[in-house]
């Protein structure tokens, strides 16, 4: 059977220099940092049709999702997109993302669940719709927020995909964000700039969970919020929406090195090291499959950031959701390369590392 799958074609866009700076200060408080787990611009994905892609003369079965296609597709950046950011020292580097198709295998089928739950709140109204998460605690949501009036957003990092809201404005809000129960989230929203407008915006939240063990077992609701007043009259205010029971979580994967372990889903990778500190490491992620190919997650040293969300928590482990599905059941091995800093009163010393996990 010949392959049946339909990719749409973009011009990669390249970024003016300032635009990440602005973007990161903005949406992450924090400029972009080249050693440990940066924040860097984070952008949203569009998908393309699924069918039926025959691999070395066997069938595949995909799922024909629009959720699928929406959160883990391109958003109309095409296959990778460019930019530069300036470092601390004036230093311009450069970085790529590259998105996936928006296709995903047939064992997700049934992996995600209808939310339809809405919250409204100084004009707005954020209505959620899909979402699919794993047993990691990581997953993406699709949204639309609007607001008849306009949606004060910050349009030059909407053409490369980054929702960047003005909530300090008059009629603003800030960027949704997610809760599992009483703990937030680490999330990360885009948009969708070929399906949205001034006043509705298409997009995907991005999230993973700080402590698995204590939020898996919590509702999810996701807020909106404002600042009314100003001075010391200023309050926030936040409105969520009604609380929503997960129903599935998809399964993790156990992979392991000779003395720590790795859990990989088709949305996320999870290491435990006790002693990988968050600024002394810097990090490449590659996952290799049993067709010889590989999937690059994250290479500090080439610029690759092809992932949405990367953090690190104090109990020691680091977290990954890629711009691109993991085909689990292909995976043979995932290596983490890095470089181990130890201080020993005024000493410093600093150790390269590869972990192999498979």
Same mark, same amino acid.
């Given at each position: 059977?010949? $392959? ?7 011009? &990669? ?16 408080? @924090? ?5 440990? #787990? ?43 997109? *460019?930019?530069?950011?300036?470092? &601390?020292? %004036?230093?311009?580097?450069?970085? *790529? ?20 739950? /809405? +919250? ?56 949704? $964000? ?17 399906? /949205? ?6 997009? *995907? ?12 077992? !919590? ?8 600042? =009314? ?19 599935? !979580? ?12 790795? =859990? ?7 290491? #435990? ?18 067709? %010889? /190919? ?36 292909? +995976? +043979?091995?995932?290596?983490? @390369? ?15 590392? *590869?972990?192999?996990?498979?």
């Amino acid at each position: 059977m010949k $392959s049946n799958q339909i990719k749409q074609a973009f011009e &990669s866009i390249q970024a003016d220099s300032n635009l990440a700076d602005r973007v990161l200060n903005t949406a992450a408080g @924090e400029p972009l940092h080249r050693k440990g #787990h940066a924040k860097p611009l984070y952008v949203a994905v569009i998908g393309c049709l699924a069918g039926v892609l025959a691999t070395g003369g066997v069938a595949y079965a995909v799922v024909n999702s629009g959720y699928f296609a929406s959160a883990w597709g391109n958003h109309g950046n095409g296959d990778s997109i *460019t930019w530069t950011n300036g470092g &601390s020292s %004036g230093t311009k580097y450069t970085y *790529t993302r590259e998105f996936g198709d928006g296709i995903a295998p047939q064992s997700l089928e049934g992996t995600v669940q209808k939310v339809n739950l /809405s +919250v409204e709140g100084n004009g707005y109204t954020l209505d959620i719709h899909e979402m699919a998460i794993d047993k990691n605690g990581c997953g993406a949501v699709t949204f639309t927020l609007s607001n008849p009036n306009g949606v004060n957003y910050y349009k030059p990092a909407a053409e490369t995909g980054e929702l960047v809201l003005y909530g300090e404005e008059e009629q603003g809000i800030g960027t949704p $964000s997610m809760n599992f129960g009483e703990e937030w989230a680490d999330t990360r929203c885009t948009i969708d700039k070929d399906t /949205s407008s001034d006043t509705v915006i298409n997009g *995907t939240m991005y999230f993973a969970s700080w402590d698995r063990e204590r939020d898996l077992g !919590h509702a999810v609701t996701w807020n909106i919020s404002w600042t =009314e007043g100003k001075g010391e009259d200023a309050k926030v205010i936040e409105v969520s929406t009604p609380e929503f029971n997960v129903g599935a !979580h998809v399964d993790i994967k156990e992979l392991r090195s000779d003395d720590s372990s790795l =859990e990989i889903s088709p949305f996320s990778i999870q290491t #435990h090291i006790d002693d990988l500190g968050y600024e002394a490491v810097d990090h490449k992620l590659t996952v290799s499959y049993k067709d %010889g /190919s590989e999937q690059i997650i994250e290479d500090d040293d080439a610029g690759a950031y092809n992932f949405y969300v990367s953090m690190a928590r104090n109990s020691g482990e680091n977290i990954w959701v890629p711009t691109k599905l993991i085909d689990v059941d292909q +995976v +043979v091995s995932v290596a983490l @390369e890095g470089t181990r800093c130890t201080s020993t009163g005024d000493a410093e010393t600093s150790e390269p590392f *590869t972990i192999v996990y498979s």
